[in-house]
């Protein structure tokens, strides 16, 4: 379990990270946290010409609120988003789930924007990204764009960054006064990828929900929008029968993979529990 | 049944239990503790040799395939490549690799001309470096020529032609099929009320050890003689038929032990690894170092455990009385067979439990197929044993309609009964299994937790109490390895599988052990130094142990099969008699008194009665050591106080000729009662522990504090077993799960928040002091407790726990399926 060869390239600026994708594209990877991508290389799963470690560019460690957006850079480790009390302020969401990403070791040196650009199915930030419309801000030597997370997750694995491309920043906008979030994952042991996991937020609007967001993780080739869910639930008055119903239309949305993990009719079986759970909690937590 | 042949030999037990203890039964902090916890052991890949190459394996991609071609020309060209050896070329110089099956089935330590499972070695390369060598294996070109695959065992008993992997044992994947009956079972089946059956399958699994197996090899042209530094055990056992795989003389091989940390059995002999080194540092000329990563390991670590199919009945007098058992078992050896069935020896040892059963019939179908072989995983088949007849016990209370407390209670073997013969002709020792189990209820509340039952049920959750009565055989004598072999087989005599150590005391007057067999991540050098400071009643701090290589050996089994403490304890106290009463005699002159009248005090020996006439023990071993001839005239008294002692199995008896007897072979018997406490989320088929106690009796205790971290370890190491671990083949035998991403451990947030232990101790004896083996008792039991307790949380949705392991998948498939029959 060796890497392959590789050239390695530790660029001091901005500038000089792009240059460096703008020249090796698909030949090049990108090492920020490296907690996905080493392991696939010591499995030999990839083979890169080129790695570009950005761990050394300044700047981009932030985790904080600007313009009404919750902002993490490129380097912001996962402890760092999981700790940081602008996080709690701007996304109930992303705080509820952050205690499922992973483990300590693996926190202290993954970042977020590394996690959203690897886009494993079954990772929760993505799903986190996706009902929060995030913004991705991707930068390459020819110059900036910014992507939404809908657009932006394209498949297992892949996202809409271009080989030049950084992303050297997510922006998440403030979540809506008053509206409540959480997120239920089951997974085969506490850190490990979820099996599935469920992320819900909900304002409560004249005694009825509205504007629900119900993003589902692990049930097929990124993070998935239950919408029929979302739209079930639009105008309903909380509580069981409205969640049930939810959780439904939500386990009915999705066309989930096999494999010896879990099979699809148990996903579809979790979609369903874990959406009725995640909204009522969600629901009691609006205010 | 009759019991002619059931003599029991006599006793050898030297050292009595005592009612008090100058070392043993204290909760001393482990010797090995310092070492290993701050980074100074030295594990196999800690071993670095001058000039020292490394080696890469590249592995076979498909499950069962011929090997058409390999072109190793670019691998060769690369930079920094030293050589690259195929199966056939390897095989030139090297033989077949040991095994202890008969008929043997020949394995190479690369293969020759086929494969037989996905992971089997198809080249190696030695290289400047590990990368070099990596990148070289993907440089070689492989041809195969696909052959039909076996994955299911039940298929693979009828398989014929290129399915079978070893025709030159025949147009058949059977490695061994035979049904041995023990006692009156047709009567006593036609004397039953009712018989229970159920079709039980227990899952692959595999102990996985932190540190894959590895092996540093160096041969010297000049001697002609192999070192080979490698984290395997049994080197001062059967470590010499690595040397005949490599065709030297036994004695031009020296294995040097590492540090091989805890590894559950999986390197129990490791001699494919070793055979490997040694092979490719004699063609590099070079030292070699190979060790596995995860994926050699996990897809071809020659360890995976038992893999079985039982149909298992269990007939009952209506009361509830236990009568007999006919076991029809199929299990899935996959492609070699290392063992044989000693697995199934293993089981025979207890394959009753601990109840008053009089006869019983194993119908066994040994098959192979195309995954990696099986080996030795902690319980080495007897904790299948146990999950099978405490799964019979709890369906026939479910059937009878009666309490597993009580039943058990009703059929446990009554503490005047022993020493016990049991169908088998296996003999329990000693045992008092009422205490364990009143030892248990009185740790649990379980009044109140059968109040929290009922009261959670009305919330819609599902709390669960199970419960196992289950045995813990320690201290195998040689015989379940070959007990099963046809008839015709050349026998073996009855084995000694001895144990043994060495004691040299120092100028002054301190110790040093030396151990013929490694460390496994138990505890041998708290053991031999609290065995050693209570016979000699010396400071444990003035006492250090090493390990020997095999030149230097003695004969030695090593640890496996809960035998290390009771050997080495054995061991120790023979060499500490030796020691003892050579110091005496020393001491005689010194003192001038009788050696009749001298005695040990705490660090000097001294004349009993007389205060303050005595010696220390420095002042003795000084003596010993430079002055001898300052002494007087004494016959064959010469300097030093040195002692080597070869500890013999306590106690064992040959089979039968027709094995309807198979001897006495695994006698030094534990027991154990497990109760945990789960809550099942239906909905997500997950499990929480509530609660889980734990109680042993293994005997005297020489240290309960790691006893009680072996049954805590061994109870988690059970968690796993019976709901996350599993190695997943696919239809075409592709392991889907060869790493620890994918092969599931339960960690620290999987486990209950204390699991707590309790003790009995019931002494042998026929064991010095007294001492019962207990390293294996925690997985032997939690797998069928856990199962029970899930089945009792589930009762009202009617679901019943056949199979392990029970992911989250698989419960939640289990309930489904009872919701939709209208469970619940």
């Given at each position: 379990m060796k890497p392959p060869p590789f050239d390695y390239h530790c660029p001091e600026t901005l500038d000089e990270a792009l240059a460096l994708l703008a020249e090796h594209g698909e030949a090049a990877k990108v090492l920020a946290g490296g907690q996905s991508l080493v392991p696939m290389l010591n499995l030999r799963a990839v083979h890169p010409e080129v790695l570009i470690d950005i761990?050394?560019?300044?700047?981009?460690?932030h985790v904080r609120i600007e313009d009404g957006e919750l902002r993490i850079g490129a380097l912001a480790r996962h402890r760092a988003v999981l700790e940081s009390p602008a996080v709690r302020e701007a996304s109930p969401l992303m705080a509820a789930a952050y205690?499922?990403?992973?483990?300590g070791p693996i926190r202290n040196r993954g970042t977020l924007c590394g996690n959203l650009c690897h886009n494993?199915?079954?990772?929760e930030m993505p799903a986190v990204a996706l009902a929060s419309d995030a913004e991705m801000m991707l930068q390459s030597a020819s110059g900036a764009r910014t992507v939404g997370a809908e657009e932006f997750f394209t498949g297992t694995l892949s996202?809409?960054?271009?080989?030049?491309?950084?992303?050297v920043e997510v922006r998440v906008p403030q979540a809506p006064a008053g509206q409540g979030a959480a997120f239920h994952e089951v997974s085969?042991?506490?850190?490990?990828?979820?099996y599935v996991a469920v992320g819900a937020v909900v304002s409560l609007s004249g005694g009825a929900c509205s504007g629900a967001r119900i993003v589902c993780a692990g049930v097929g080739d990124g993070p998935h929008r239950a919408r029929a869910a979302e739209d079930a639930l639009e105008g309903a008055a909380p509580g069981e029968g409205a969640f049930r119903q939810a959780a439904a239309a939500a386990a009915d949305s999705i066309d989930p993979g096999e494999d010896f993990h879990a099979d699809a009719d148990y996903r579809r079986d979790l979609v369903r529990s874990l959406t009725r759970r995640a909204l009522a909690d969600a629901a009691s937590r609006c205010h | 049944m009759t019991r002619e042949r059931h003599y029991i030999p006599e006793s050898r037990q030297r050292e009595k239990p005592k009612s008090k203890y100058f070392a043993i039964g204290h909760s001393m902090k482990r010797v090995e503790d310092t070492r290993l916890l701050t980074g100074s052991g030295t594990y196999a890949d800690d071993v670095s040799l001058p000039n020292m190459a490394h080696a890469a394996v590249l592995r076979s991609p498909h499950a069962h395939a011929r090997i058409v071609s390999i072109d190793k020309s670019k691998a060769e060209a690369?930079?920094?490549?030293?050589c690259v050896m195929t199966g056939a070329e390897a095989a030139e110089v090297t033989g077949p690799c040991a095994d202890f099956s008969s008929p043997p089935t020949t394995q190479h330590c690369i293969a020759v001309?086929?494969?037989?499972?996905?992971?089997?070695?198809v080249a190696a390369v030695v290289a400047e470096s590990r990368y070099i060598a990596e990148d070289a294996c993907e440089l070689i070109e492989v041809e195969y020529d696909p052959l039909p695959v076996v994955v299911d065992l039940e298929e693979a008993v009828t398989s014929t032609g290129d399915a079978v992997l070893h025709p030159e044992r025949g147009d058949?994947?059977?490695?061994l099929q035979r049904t041995i009956t023990f006692g009156a079972v047709d009567e006593d089946f036609a004397a039953a009320d009712l018989v229970i059956e159920r079709r039980l399958r227990w899952p692959r699994s595999g102990g996985t050890p932190i540190e894959t197996v590895g092996a540093t090899a160096h041969y010297d042209r000049g001697t002609g003689k192999f070192t080979i530094h490698a984290n395997t055990s049994m080197y001062n056992y059967v470590g010499w038929l690595i040397a005949v795989s490599l065709k030297?003389?036994?004695?031009r091989l020296n294995i040097v032990p590492t540090?091989?940390?805890?590894s559950f059995g999986s390197k129990?002999?490791?001699h494919k690894v070793c055979t490997l080194a040694g092979t490719l540092a004699r063609a590099a000329g070079r030292p070699v170092k190979y060790l596995e990563d995860r994926i050699d390991n996990m897809t071809s670590g020659d360890a995976h455990g038992s893999d079985r199919l039982y149909d298992a009945q269990l007939a009952l007098k209506r009361d509830g009385t236990m009568l007999s058992m006919r076991l029809k078992v199929i299990d899935?050896?996959?492609?070699?067979?290392?063992?044989?069935?000693g697995q199934h020896g293993n089981a025979m040892?207890?394959?009753?439990?601990?109840?008053?059963?009089?006869s019983v019939e194993v119908d066994l179908t040994a098959v192979l197929t195309n995954k990696c072989q099986q080996g030795a995983y902690r319980g080495f088949g007897s904790e299948v044993g146990n999950f099978v007849i405490e799964r019979l016990v709890d369906a026939a209370c479910e059937e009878l309609g009666l309490d597993p407390v009580e039943m058990r209670r009703k059929n446990l073997i009554p503490?005047?009964?022993?020493?016990y013969i049991m169908p088998t002709g296996?003999?329990?020792?000693?045992?008092d299994y009422h205490a364990v189990l009143d030892e248990a209820l009185g740790m649990i509340d379980l009044e109140g937790w059968r109040k929290k039952q009922a009261e959670a049920r009305k919330e819609g959750r599902y709390i669960g109490i199970g419960i196992s009565t289950c045995q813990e055989r320690s201290v195998?004598?040689?015989?379940e390895f070959w007990?099963?072999?046809?008839?015709?087989?050349p026998g073996f005599t009855l084995s000694s599988s001895p144990e043994s150590v060495s004691v040299n005391i120092d100028p002054t007057g301190k110790a040093f052990i030396t151990l013929n067999?490694?460390?496994?991540?138990?505890s041998p050098e708290t053991m031999a130094v609290q065995v050693l400071a209570e016979k000699?009643?010396?400071?444990?701090?003035?006492i250090s142990v090493g390990y020997a290589d095999s030149d230097k050996g003695f004969n030695s089994s090593g640890?496996?099969?809960?035998?290390f403490t009771v050997m080495i304890a054995g061991a120790v106290s023979g060499a500490a008699d030796v020691i003892r009463e050579k110091m005496l005699r020393v001491a005689s002159h010194m003192l001038e008194a009788?050696?009749?009248d001298l005695e040990f005090r705490a660090g000097s020996i001294g004349v009993q009665g007389?205060?303050?006439k005595e010696k220390t023990l420095a002042e003795v071993a000084l003596h010993a050591h430079y002055?001898?001839?300052?002494?007087?005239e004494d016959h064959d008294l010469t300097s030093g106080i040195d002692a080597a002692y070869v500890y013999d199995h306590p106690v064992t008896t040959m089979p039968s000729e027709d094995r309807s007897d198979l001897g006495?072979?695994?006698?030094i018997v534990g027991h154990m009662c497990h109760i945990p406490v789960v809550e099942v989320d239906v909905e997500t088929g997950k499990v929480d522990f509530l609660d889980y106690v734990a109680v042993h009796d293994c005997?005297?205790?020489?240290n309960p504090m790691t006893l009680a971290g072996h049954v805590r370890g061994g109870t988690v190491n059970g968690i796993g077993s019976a709901l996350y671990e599993h190695f997943h083949y696919d239809e075409s035998g592709?392991?889907?799960?060869?790493?620890l991403s994918d092969y599931l451990h339960p960690t620290l947030m999987e486990t209950p928040v204390d699991i707590r232990v309790g003790h009995v101790e019931t002494p042998s004896p026929f064991t010095e002091y007294g001492i019962k083996g207990g390293g294996e008792g925690g997985r032997m039991g939690a797998p069928p407790a856990i199962a029970a307790a899930i089945e009792d949380a589930l009762k009202p949705l009617g679901v019943k726990v056949?199979?392990?392991?029970?992911t989250p998948k698989v419960l939640r498939g289990m309930i489904r399926e009872a919701e939709a029959n209208g469970g619940g």
């Amino acid at each position: 379990m060796k890497p392959p060869p590789f050239d390695y390239h530790c660029p001091e600026t901005l500038d000089e990270a792009l240059a460096l994708l703008a020249e090796h594209g698909e030949a090049a990877k990108v090492l920020a946290g490296g907690q996905s991508l080493v392991p696939m290389l010591n499995l030999r799963a990839v083979h890169p010409e080129v790695l570009i470690d950005i761990n050394r560019l300044p700047g981009l460690d932030h985790v904080r609120i600007e313009d009404g957006e919750l902002r993490i850079g490129a380097l912001a480790r996962h402890r760092a988003v999981l700790e940081s009390p602008a996080v709690r302020e701007a996304s109930p969401l992303m705080a509820a789930a952050y205690p499922y990403v992973s483990h300590g070791p693996i926190r202290n040196r993954g970042t977020l924007c590394g996690n959203l650009c690897h886009n494993d199915p079954a990772s929760e930030m993505p799903a986190v990204a996706l009902a929060s419309d995030a913004e991705m801000m991707l930068q390459s030597a020819s110059g900036a764009r910014t992507v939404g997370a809908e657009e932006f997750f394209t498949g297992t694995l892949s996202t809409a960054a271009g080989a030049d491309e950084l992303l050297v920043e997510v922006r998440v906008p403030q979540a809506p006064a008053g509206q409540g979030a959480a997120f239920h994952e089951v997974s085969p042991r506490k850190g490990d990828f979820a099996y599935v996991a469920v992320g819900a937020v909900v304002s409560l609007s004249g005694g009825a929900c509205s504007g629900a967001r119900i993003v589902c993780a692990g049930v097929g080739d990124g993070p998935h929008r239950a919408r029929a869910a979302e739209d079930a639930l639009e105008g309903a008055a909380p509580g069981e029968g409205a969640f049930r119903q939810a959780a439904a239309a939500a386990a009915d949305s999705i066309d989930p993979g096999e494999d010896f993990h879990a099979d699809a009719d148990y996903r579809r079986d979790l979609v369903r529990s874990l959406t009725r759970r995640a909204l009522a909690d969600a629901a009691s937590r609006c205010h | 049944m009759t019991r002619e042949r059931h003599y029991i030999p006599e006793s050898r037990q030297r050292e009595k239990p005592k009612s008090k203890y100058f070392a043993i039964g204290h909760s001393m902090k482990r010797v090995e503790d310092t070492r290993l916890l701050t980074g100074s052991g030295t594990y196999a890949d800690d071993v670095s040799l001058p000039n020292m190459a490394h080696a890469a394996v590249l592995r076979s991609p498909h499950a069962h395939a011929r090997i058409v071609s390999i072109d190793k020309s670019k691998a060769e060209a690369l930079p920094g490549v030293i050589c690259v050896m195929t199966g056939a070329e390897a095989a030139e110089v090297t033989g077949p690799c040991a095994d202890f099956s008969s008929p043997p089935t020949t394995q190479h330590c690369i293969a020759v001309d086929k494969v037989r499972h996905v992971g089997e070695a198809v080249a190696a390369v030695v290289a400047e470096s590990r990368y070099i060598a990596e990148d070289a294996c993907e440089l070689i070109e492989v041809e195969y020529d696909p052959l039909p695959v076996v994955v299911d065992l039940e298929e693979a008993v009828t398989s014929t032609g290129d399915a079978v992997l070893h025709p030159e044992r025949g147009d058949t994947n059977v490695a061994l099929q035979r049904t041995i009956t023990f006692g009156a079972v047709d009567e006593d089946f036609a004397a039953a009320d009712l018989v229970i059956e159920r079709r039980l399958r227990w899952p692959r699994s595999g102990g996985t050890p932190i540190e894959t197996v590895g092996a540093t090899a160096h041969y010297d042209r000049g001697t002609g003689k192999f070192t080979i530094h490698a984290n395997t055990s049994m080197y001062n056992y059967v470590g010499w038929l690595i040397a005949v795989s490599l065709k030297v003389d036994p004695h031009r091989l020296n294995i040097v032990p590492t540090d091989a940390g805890g590894s559950f059995g999986s390197k129990l002999f490791c001699h494919k690894v070793c055979t490997l080194a040694g092979t490719l540092a004699r063609a590099a000329g070079r030292p070699v170092k190979y060790l596995e990563d995860r994926i050699d390991n996990m897809t071809s670590g020659d360890a995976h455990g038992s893999d079985r199919l039982y149909d298992a009945q269990l007939a009952l007098k209506r009361d509830g009385t236990m009568l007999s058992m006919r076991l029809k078992v199929i299990d899935d050896y996959g492609a070699y067979f290392q063992y044989g069935v000693g697995q199934h020896g293993n089981a025979m040892a207890q394959v009753t439990g601990p109840y008053g059963i009089t006869s019983v019939e194993v119908d066994l179908t040994a098959v192979l197929t195309n995954k990696c072989q099986q080996g030795a995983y902690r319980g080495f088949g007897s904790e299948v044993g146990n999950f099978v007849i405490e799964r019979l016990v709890d369906a026939a209370c479910e059937e009878l309609g009666l309490d597993p407390v009580e039943m058990r209670r009703k059929n446990l073997i009554p503490k005047d009964a022993f020493p016990y013969i049991m169908p088998t002709g296996n003999m329990y020792d000693s045992g008092d299994y009422h205490a364990v189990l009143d030892e248990a209820l009185g740790m649990i509340d379980l009044e109140g937790w059968r109040k929290k039952q009922a009261e959670a049920r009305k919330e819609g959750r599902y709390i669960g109490i199970g419960i196992s009565t289950c045995q813990e055989r320690s201290v195998f004598s040689a015989t379940e390895f070959w007990m099963w072999n046809p008839n015709e087989t050349p026998g073996f005599t009855l084995s000694s599988s001895p144990e043994s150590v060495s004691v040299n005391i120092d100028p002054t007057g301190k110790a040093f052990i030396t151990l013929n067999a490694p460390f496994w991540g138990n505890s041998p050098e708290t053991m031999a130094v609290q065995v050693l400071a209570e016979k000699l009643e010396m400071d444990p701090a003035d006492i250090s142990v090493g390990y020997a290589d095999s030149d230097k050996g003695f004969n030695s089994s090593g640890p496996g099969g809960s035998r290390f403490t009771v050997m080495i304890a054995g061991a120790v106290s023979g060499a500490a008699d030796v020691i003892r009463e050579k110091m005496l005699r020393v001491a005689s002159h010194m003192l001038e008194a009788d050696p009749s009248d001298l005695e040990f005090r705490a660090g000097s020996i001294g004349v009993q009665g007389v205060p303050g006439k005595e010696k220390t023990l420095a002042e003795v071993a000084l003596h010993a050591h430079y002055f001898r001839l300052d002494l007087p005239e004494d016959h064959d008294l010469t300097s030093g106080i040195d002692a080597a002692y070869v500890y013999d199995h306590p106690v064992t008896t040959m089979p039968s000729e027709d094995r309807s007897d198979l001897g006495i072979f695994y006698p030094i018997v534990g027991h154990m009662c497990h109760i945990p406490v789960v809550e099942v989320d239906v909905e997500t088929g997950k499990v929480d522990f509530l609660d889980y106690v734990a109680v042993h009796d293994c005997g005297t205790m020489v240290n309960p504090m790691t006893l009680a971290g072996h049954v805590r370890g061994g109870t988690v190491n059970g968690i796993g077993s019976a709901l996350y671990e599993h190695f997943h083949y696919d239809e075409s035998g592709q392991l889907q799960n060869a790493l620890l991403s994918d092969y599931l451990h339960p960690t620290l947030m999987e486990t209950p928040v204390d699991i707590r232990v309790g003790h009995v101790e019931t002494p042998s004896p026929f064991t010095e002091y007294g001492i019962k083996g207990g390293g294996e008792g925690g997985r032997m039991g939690a797998p069928p407790a856990i199962a029970a307790a899930i089945e009792d949380a589930l009762k009202p949705l009617g679901v019943k726990v056949d199979s392990l392991p029970l992911t989250p998948k698989v419960l939640r498939g289990m309930i489904r399926e009872a919701e939709a029959n209208g469970g619940g």
